[in-house]
C-alpha cells in the first residue's frame, strides 16, 4: 500500500488529479489535503468520495504544525502538491496572501517530508506542480523549454517561482527526491469561473458582459485538465528525480479568438443565433503587468514519457461547455459567494 498525499485536492486541477489516482490505483491510499479556501470544493469529487482509498483531510498548509502532525500520522511516501492561490489578477490586489500559501506553505510541506522521511527516500518523491508563468512573458517567437530561466512578473509567478526554487533547494541541498511540472492554462469541468473560459461560460448564460482586458491579442497556451492531470500521473511515477518537466497543449490562441470561439459553441448549443454571445463582448481596462504570449514547449514530456494531449481545443471546450450546461448548479453554487463582490472592485484600491 502506498499513501499519496495530494495537496489542493478539491481544487480545480487538484481535483481531476484525485479523481485520476483514487480511480486508476486503488492499491493506493490517496489522501485529499484541502484548506476549503473559496475556490475548494468537495463537489467536484462527489462521484468518488465513498471509494475506500479516498480520504480527506481539511487543513491549511500555512500551519506548520499540522502539516507536520499530518505527515507523522499518515507517513506519504509521495506528496503530489497542487494547493496554491493561482488567480493573478487576486495577486495584484493581495499579494502577501500568495506569499503565504505558495512560498511558506510549499517550505512547510517541504520540511514536513524531510522530517518524515528522515534521509530514507527509496520509493520516496515530492512533485511540485507549477506553472509556465514563472518563465515570464514572450513576444510573438519562441517557447518556453525546461531550461528557459525565470522572469516572473505577477506577484502571483513570483510566489510560483519561489517555490519551485525552494524545491530544488531541498533537493540540491538535503537530497529530497523531486519532480516538477510547469504547466500552461487548463481549462476543463469544474474550473472556478474567475478565470477567463468559466467566467465568459457564466456570463453568457447570465447575458452579463464579457470583458476582455486590453486589446484581446494576449495570447495563452491551453491545456485540457484531464491531459494535465494524465500528465502528472505520469512525471509522479516515470520523471527524472530532480527533473522539471513542461506540460502545454501545443495550442495557443488570442484571447479574443478564444473567446469568439467559445461564444460560437455556446450560440449552438443554447440553439440561438450566431453572433448572439459576441455581442456580450466588452473591451476593459488591462490587467497591470499583463504578459503578452505564454507557449510551451511540451517536447519532453512527449520524447521522454510519451505524453501528447488526447483531445484537440474544440473537442475540449465543447466537453467543458457541456459540462457547465449540465452542472449549472454547481455554477450557481460558486458563483453566490462574495467573491463577486471582489470582481465589482477590481483594481479599485
Ligand atoms: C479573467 C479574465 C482574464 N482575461 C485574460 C487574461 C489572460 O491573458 C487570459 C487568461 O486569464 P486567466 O485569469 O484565466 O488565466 P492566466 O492569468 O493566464 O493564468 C492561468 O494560467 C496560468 C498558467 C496559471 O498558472 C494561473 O494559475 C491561471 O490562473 O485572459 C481577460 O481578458 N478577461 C478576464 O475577465
Redesign the pocket.
Same mark, same amino acid.
Given at each position: 500500500m502506498k499513501t499519496i498525499l495530494i495537496t489542493g485536492g478539491a481544487g480545480f486541477i487538484g481535483s481531476h488529479v484525485v479523481r485520476e489516482f483514487v480511480l486508476k490505483y486503488p492499491a493506493y491510499k490517496i489522501i485529499n489535503l484541502d484548506a476549503l479556501t473559496y475556490a475548494g470544493n468537495l463537489e467536484n469529487l462527489k462521484d468518488i468520495e465513498d471509494l475506500p482509498n479516498y480520504h480527506f483531510i481539511k487543513a491549511d498548509i500555512v500551519d506548520a504544525k499540522q502539516v507536520l502532525e499530518i505527515f507523522e500520522k499518515h507517513q506519504p511516501e509521495g506528496v503530489i502538491h497542487l494547493a496554491?492561490e493561482?488567480?493573478?489578477?487576486r495577486s495584484i490586489t493581495n499579494p502577501l496572501e500568495f506569499v503565504m500559501t505558495n512560498v511558506i506553505g510549499t517550505v512547510n510541506l517541504l520540511n514536513a517530508a524531510k522530517h518524515s522521511w528522515k534521509g530514507k527516500y527509496e520509493g520516496k518523491r515530492f512533485h511540485h506542480v507549477?506553472?509556465?508563468?514563472v518563465f515570464g512573458a514572450l513576444g510573438d517567437e519562441g517557447f518556453f523549454t525546461e531550461t528557459t530561466k525565470y522572469d516572473p512578473h505577477?506577484p502571483?509567478?513570483a510566489s510560483?517561482a519561489s517555490s519551485d526554487h525552494f524545491v530544488r533547494a531541498y533537493h540540491d541541498t538535503y537530497g529530497l527526491p523531486i519532480v516538477l511540472t510547469n504547466?500552461?492554462?487548463?481549462y476543463g469541468p469544474n474550473h472556478f469561473p474567475?478565470?477567463? #473560459?468559466p +467566467?465568459?461560460i457564466h456570463n453568457i448564460l447570465n447575458n452579463k458582459p464579457?470583458?476582455?482586458?486590453?486589446d484581446?491579442k494576449?495570447?495563452?497556451?491551453w491545456l485540457f485538465v484531464i491531459d494535465h492531470a494524465k500528465a502528472i500521473d505520469l512525471v509522479f511515477h516515470e520523471g527524472k528525480n530532480g527533473d522539471s518537466y513542461n506540460v502545454g497543449g501545443f495550442n495557443e490562441w488570442k484571447? #479574443?479568438d +478564444?473567446?469568439k470561439e467559445l461564444c460560437k459553441q455556446m450560440d449552438e448549443k443554447l440553439g440561438r443565433p450566431l453572433g448572439t454571445s459576441e455581442q456580450l463582448i466588452t473591451f476593459?481596462k488591462?490587467?497591470p503587468g499583463?504578459?503578452l504570449r505564454?507557449a510551451i514547449d511540451a517536447t519532453k514530456m512527449n520524447k521522454e514519457l510519451g505524453w501528447k494531449p488526447s483531445v484537440t481545443f474544440e473537442e475540449g471546450l465543447s466537453i467543458t461547455i457541456d459540462w457547465f450546461l449540465a452542472n449549472q448548479k454547481w455554477l450557481d453554487n460558486v458563483t453566490s459567494g462574495d467573491y463577486q463582490n471582489y470582481y465589482n472592485n477590481q483594481y479599485s484600491h
Open positions: 496554491a493561482s488567480h493573478v489578477d507549477s506553472t509556465d508563468e505577477s502571483y509567478s510560483k504547466c500552461s492554462n487548463n474567475e478565470k477567463l #473560459i +467566467l465568459c464579457l470583458p476582455i482586458y486590453g484581446g494576449y495570447t495563452r497556451d484571447n #479574443i +478564444l473567446v476593459v488591462d490587467r499583463h504578459d505564454y
